[in-house]
Every structure is written in structure tokens, then in C-alpha cells.
């Protein structure tokens, strides 16, 4: 056998997961509507604040929330439903049957991350493209809009999706999962979605920018919001390097801790 055969049969596991990943996105597509729910009902709450605006500017405060609530179901949307579905399929003896082909495991995989992140990207647009008909203020007319939004995106689920493969690995009952959900609810609250976090104390602030869901709000805002609107941020800018550099740090450290952690799950499967 040459040194050439395990790295191509990696990447026959590799297609086979993204063809998995395709197949699994459409045999999933009617669970976009349980994803949408929150967002979409926020959507309307956010209408009726219309009339509130950000201090210190004419724009509303449903506008301006507008890219948190985005930013949340990204998160809410990879990471949780990705770690559910590494949880329940564990249970069911899926990634047993995976384990039992070669780089079956690889190929199952890259077939969950690819499918989990088709879906962020449905449930994304889905919500986008009615939130630019009920709110006026939004940028999406504009390419470089769309071009900072795919890659806020893009930076926001190598972000979290590699933390949900590894919560999934750490838990092994659906029921367990309840606390995580606790933890990212009050995540929530800390982390710009629905106000300013320049309005709550330093203590808030710092655990807010600790995690991703604030840097990829933050990133969104920059994309659909109109620039003067900074002004409201923590250090009155977009802080683009900034969130480049958070986000980037979370990936990379997800992309080294996942597949050890995964490894490790595989080989308790019997």
C-alpha cells in the first residue's frame, strides 16, 4: 500500500459526507420550520418596537436587533442541533454502523456539519429576506452587505458548529442536554441580542465578548445596519479585526479540540 491511499480514501469520505450532508439537508428541509419558529416570532415583537429608537440615534430598536436575533439562531441552529443529533444518533447506534466502514466516521461527520450548516444558511435567509420587507433601515441592497454577511457567516459556524460536535461527544443523554440550553439562554441575555451591550456593566460586557454569539451579532450589525450606528457599540466602531480574531480563535481551537474529543467518543462505541 503507498503513502497515497489513506489520504484518498480520507477524501472518499470526505465527498461521501458532503453528499450525505445534501441528501440529509433535504430529508431535513420540513425541520426548518421548527428553527424559524423563535426567530420569526420575534420577528414580529420587533415590528411593534418600531416606535423605540437606540439612544443616540434615529434607528429602532427593532432594527437594530434585528442581527442579534440572527446571530442567536445560528448559534441555536448549529451548535444545538448538531450536538442533539450526534446525542440521539449515538443512542440509536447510527455512528456505531458508521464506525464499522472505513473513514466511516470522517464521512458521518462531514456529513452532519454539512447539513447542519445548510440548514443555518436556510434558516438565515428565511428570516432576512421578510425582516427587509418589515424593517426600512436594513442594507440589503448593497453587494458589500451581502459579501461582510457570508462572511460573518461562515466565520460564525466554523465558530460554533465544531462546539456543538464536542458537546455532543461529552453527553450522552437527550435529557442532560436541558443545561446547555439554560447555559445558551442566559448567553443570550449578555450577549447584545436585544439592546446594546454597552448598556450593561463591565462584568456583563466581558462575558458577553468571551463568546461567539456576540462577535457574530456584532459582525451582522456592521453588514445590514447603516454606519452611523457604531456609535452605540463598545468603542463606538465595528471592531472588525476584533471579530475576525474572536471568532477565528474560537474555530481554530474548536477545529483542534473536536476531533480528539470525537476520537475519543468513537472508540467507547460498541
Do not use: C
Not at 458532503?18 to 420550520?33: C, D, K, P, S, T
Not at 447539513?115 to 428565511?126: N, R, Y
Amino acid at each position: 500500500m503507498d503513502g497515497g491511499e489513506p489520504v484518498n480514501a480520507r477524501m472518499v469520505a470526505v465527498r461521501a459526507g458532503l453528499a450525505r450532508g445534501r441528501i440529509e439537508f433535504r430529508h431535513n428541509a420540513g425541520q426548518v420550520f421548527g428553527y424559524v419558529l423563535f426567530p420569526v416570532i420575534a420577528l414580529a415583537l420587533l415590528h411593534f418596537l418600531s416606535g423605540t429608537t437606540v439612544a443616540g440615534s434615529g434607528l429602532s430598536l427593532g432594527t437594530w436587533a434585528i442581527p442579534g436575533v440572527l446571530a442567536m439562531n445560528i448559534v441555536f441552529t448549529g451548535l444545538m442541533g448538531l450536538a442533539m443529533t450526534l446525542i440521539m444518533e449515538r443512542d440509536d447506534g447510527t455512528l456505531l454502523r458508521a464506525k464499522a466502514t472505513p473513514n466511516g466516521v470522517l464521512g458521518y461527520l462531514v456529513g452532519k456539519v454539512a447539513g447542519q450548516a445548510a440548514m443555518s444558511v436556510a434558516t438565515l435567509l428565511i428570516v432576512l429576506v421578510p425582516a427587509g420587507f418589515l424593517f426600512d433601515d436594513l442594507r440589503l441592497g448593497a453587494l458589500s452587505s451581502w459579501l461582510t454577511l457570508a462572511g460573518v457567516l461562515a466565520l460564525g459556524m466554523a465558530a460554533t458548529l465544531p462546539l456543538g460536535a464536542i458537546i455532543g461527544a461529552l453527553f450522552t443523554n437527550p435529557r442532560d442536554f436541558r443545561f446547555v440550553t439554560l447555559l445558551l439562554m442566559g448567553l443570550v441575555a449578555v450577549s447584545g441580542v436585544f439592546h446594546p451591550l454597552a448598556a450593561l456593566p463591565a462584568w456583563g460586557q466581558w462575558i458577553g465578548q468571551a463568546f461567539p454569539m456576540y462577535w457574530i451579532g456584532l459582525g451582522m450589525r456592521s453588514a445590514i445596519l447603516p454606519g452611523e450606528l457604531s456609535e452605540a457599540e463598545i468603542g463606538a466602531s465595528w471592531r472588525h479585526l476584533e471579530t475576525v480574531g474572536v471568532l477565528g480563535a474560537w474555530a481554530v481551537a474548536g477545529f483542534v479540540i473536536a476531533p480528539i474529543v470525537l476520537r475519543r467518543m468513537a472508540r467507547r462505541e460498541s
